[in-house]
């Protein structure tokens, strides 16, 4: 069986585009691996501020409890 050039240029091309698409892919899926990672980022400060802020009013309601148990007493 002999296989012949335009087969083989036919063949080359197909596997040129596929390798292509596969690239795009890949790219692709690494932009939005990196936007997911900055929107966890994002997440986790967001979490953070939002401790800290239960934090200090937590600390505030202890701050005005003693304040009244000063007053009380």
Same mark, same amino acid.
């Given at each position: 069986?002999? !296989?012949?050039?335009?087969?083989?240029?036919?063949?080359? #091309?197909?596997?040129? #585009?596929?390798?292509? #698409? !596969?690239? =795009?892919? !890949?790219?692709?899926?690494? /932009?939005?691996?990196?936007?997911?990672? /900055?929107?966890? /980022? =994002?997440?986790?400060?967001?979490? +953070? +501020?939002?401790?800290?802020?239960? !934090?200090?009013?937590? +600390?505030?309601?202890?701050?005005?409890?003693?304040?009244? /148990?000063?007053?009380?007493?």
């Amino acid at each position: 069986m002999t !296989i012949s050039k335009d087969e083989l240029l036919a063949r080359k #091309t197909e596997l040129t #585009t596929n390798a292509e #698409t !596969i690239q =795009a892919d !890949i790219v692709k899926s690494e /932009n939005q691996t990196k936007s997911l990672r /900055n929107n966890l /980022n =994002a997440m986790a400060g967001a979490l +953070q +501020q939002v401790e800290m802020f239960l !934090i200090s009013h937590f +600390q505030s309601i202890q701050k005005n409890m003693q304040k009244e /148990n000063l007053k009380v007493g």
